[in-house]
């Protein structure tokens, strides 16, 4: 990321000289418009990278059969290269080719040597394959065992010729594609991940409807009754989102310990019932207030009261909206790690982003299964935005009702 803002620090640099370069001449809008245009579009293409590239990273990781998460080098600004082609292997899994032979192939190999060759031992399979040269010629072989100081190859065509040879080094590895799928069913095996999807499906259902029944209730009540106070009431809500989430930590953890709530999900669930998140409230707000109030005269006259006005006539029109906050709320708390941490001690009740971090600690020397786990547990909310994602910008957008 410092190589990054480095990059982007000179662009910015070079185009800016490059435009007071051309000051002498007339600068019109157009080719100042376009030269932001520019910068713009660069500084995309970077935090796209930066964002996208740790996904496939991971997605890279998760079939790879590398066990031991590598070491992070010291990054210096002469190996950049180096480090943007590393960078690009990481993406896919290439590493050391492996093959199968059978048994009576190897059995076979081994009978024929000689006994005056030295001690003997066998690999077991698969077997790694490496480019030998062999009279003059690069074969790739697969070593199949050891006798005396030297390794026995074995071709890995239908010929199944042995050589005797030197041992060979790392870099003569064969290198190639390999996608080690087993890696998601082991992690599933390894790791409680079911309870976790329960524990959070738990979470995430309880905290949808009551975000969804408190902020509509609210905001029914900022954008259709007039009463004195309401625009300053309304901003001293909105005021709240300026405050973080650790200023009221504290407090609140005092309250929820006193009321022996430490420990259950109550903590993590109460709050959403009592309109905890003023972004959904104004959200809901903004889009009601988009609704024509002769909506509501007509319903009067039919005899609906306040309440048969909201959930016969504004809620089915807020479909969108609804499914906004359904959205955004189901993702957050599929997600949350910070307040689980806090308010939960048992870890049969810990939720998804928790149970990872369990899983962490518990196979740390393994990349590949991490990274397997957190793609598994990536599918529903990506799935969620895949589906709803037109609901999802068209309640972002607040849009009114069209005749």
Known sequence: ?????????????????????????????????????IVALIIIVFMAIAIIYPVLSMLGGSVSSKQVSRTVPEVKLGDFFNIVKTMAKNLVPIEGKRVKIDQEDIDRAFAELPASEGKQSRENSPYSVYNIEIDGENLHLAKIGKVGKQWLYMTTDSSRDTYLAAPASEEQRVKAVVFTWSNFPDALSKGDFGRYVINSMILVVINTIGALLSATLVAYGFSRFKFKGRNWLFIVLLSTMMLPAQVSL?????????????????????????AASPWNVFLMRQFFMGLPLELDEAAKIDGCGPFGIL?????????????????????????????????????????????????????????????????????????????????????????????
């Open 250 to 274: 504290i407090p609140s953890f005092i309250i929820y310990t006193k009321l022996g709530w430490y420990g259950t999900y109550l903590p993590l669930t109460v709050a959403a019932y009592f």
């Open 311 to 403: 959930f016969k006539v504004i809620v089915p029109q807020s479909t969108a909206v609804m499914l906004t906050i359904t959205l955004s709320t189901a993702v957050f708390w599929w997600n949350d790690y910070f307040y689980s941490l806090i308010y939960l001690q048992d870890q049969k009740m810990y939720p998804v982003a928790l149970g990872l971090t369990a899983f962490d600690a518990k196979y740390f020397n393994n990349s590949a299964l991490k990274a397997a786990a957190t793609v598994m547990m990536l599918v529903p909310p990506v799935m969620m935005f895949f589906f709803f994602q037109k609901f999802f910008i068209q309640g972002t957008v607040i849009s009114g009702v069209k005749g």
């Open 1 to 37: 990321m410092i190589i990054i803002a480095f990059f982007l620090v000179i662009i910015n640099l070079f185009l800016w000289a490059f435009v007071v370069s051309n000051s002498v001449g007339v600068m019109t809008k157009q080719r100042l418009a376009r030269r932001r245009k």
